[in-house]
């Protein structure tokens, strides 16, 4: 029998769900009502996490492409339930203007928005050919669109004008469509390593759900792995990092601004922090930020 050595007890067998069998009716039953569409599917393994934290999993996954960590809070105190987070995500989708960039399994296309349309019309229309089978036993995100919409996507729906500098250049709309993330359960002490499972019409049932298990089985692979290094490099300190890109401010100010007072809850000499990437600084790091993030919540006492 086979079982997974890092995540569960050596008696324990490696089991996903749904099976495969019921995947396949559940397949089948969707094609029924939607014969021209692609059929997604959540397939997950579901392991003990009372080791393991969203963070330190975050730092085996922050240098992979588009990496992300959702966290929740509840009534601006409270941790919320569930954590996401995930890497390489199957589809990008980006818009500068009326161009909109979507990369898919590697490959590329443009589209130019319609006159009388905004982004999210493309993103409808694309959205619009996947039929998603929902699951019990899970969060109610398991994948999609994480990202942003930007404040000039509002030139799309009111007449603002067009005498601003674009001094950013940065996307109007930026979306990684997450289809394989890791959901801690902060209750319940459990991670699930979730993969969702594209069928394409007339494509093969069996294939599409041995991609899922093995994306699923090469997520928690990675987590079990040992952590990457976070520390971020010292500006021009010579040796192996004298090459990374620095972080340096695109806004000229003549005073540094004063720092905000700390919180009176977090007591004397506590070390706050933020832990999101500030649209004024160029080529940040994503494992700076997990750094950053740690020492924040270490400071908060969570």
């Known amino acids: 029998m086979e079982t997974d050595p890092v995540l569960a007890p050596e008696s324990a067998p490696i089991t996903h769900t749904p099976d495969r069998e019921t995947f396949r009716k559940l397949v089948e039953s969707a094609r029924e009502s939607s014969a021209d569409k692609t059929v997604a599917v959540p397939v997950w393994r ?9 963070v330190s999993a975050f730092r085996r996954l922050a240098h992979r492409p588009n990496a992300f960590l959702l966290e929740s809070v509840e009534g601006g105190e409270q941790l919320g339930r569930y954590s996401f987070l995930g890497a390489d995500p199957r589809t990008t989708f980006r818009s500068k203007g009326r161009a909109v960039l979507i990369t898919e399994n590697g490959a ?3 589209e130019t928005i319609p006159n009388d349309a905004d ?12 039929h998603y089978v929902a699951l019990p036993d899970l969060p109610r995100f398991v994948g999609g669109a994480v990202g942003y919409i930007g404040y000039d996507w509002v030139r799309f729906l009111e007449p603002v004008g067009d ?9 109007d709309v930026h979306l990684l469509f997450a289809d394989t993330l890791a959901i801690f359960d902060h209750v319940r002490h459990r991670l699930k390593a979730l993969a969702n499972a594209f069928v394409e019409p007339h494509a093969s049932i069996d294939a599409a759900y041995n991609d899922a298990t093995a994306r699923a089985d090469g997520l928690l692979a990675v987590l079990s ?3 990457v290094a976070v520390s971020a490099p010292a500006p021009n300190s010579g ?6 890109a620095e972080v340096s401010s695109t806004v000229e100010r003549d005073d540094p601004p004063a720092s905000p007072p700390a919180p009176p809850e977090l007591g004397a000499g506590a070390l706050t922090a933020t ?12 494992r700076a930020v997990a750094s950053l ?3 924040s919540m270490l400071a908060c006492g969570s």
């Not at 579901?46 to 969203?54: G, H, I, N, R, S």
């Not at 832990?275 to 994503?286: F, I, R």
């Open 46 to 54: 579901d392991t003990l996490a009372d080791m393991e934290t969203p």
């Open 108 to 110: 590329t296309r443009t």
């Open 119 to 130: 982004p999210l019309y493309v993103l409808e229309r694309y959205l619009s050919g996947i």
């Open 163 to 171: 005498d601003t500098e674009d001094d950013l250049s940065v996307d």
């Open 225 to 227: 792995s040992p952590a």
């Open 239 to 244: 040796g192996a990092g004298a090459d990374a």
């Open 275 to 286: 832990a999101g990437l500030d649209s004024t600084a160029s080529n940040p790091s994503a």
């Open 293 to 295: 993030y740690a020492a």
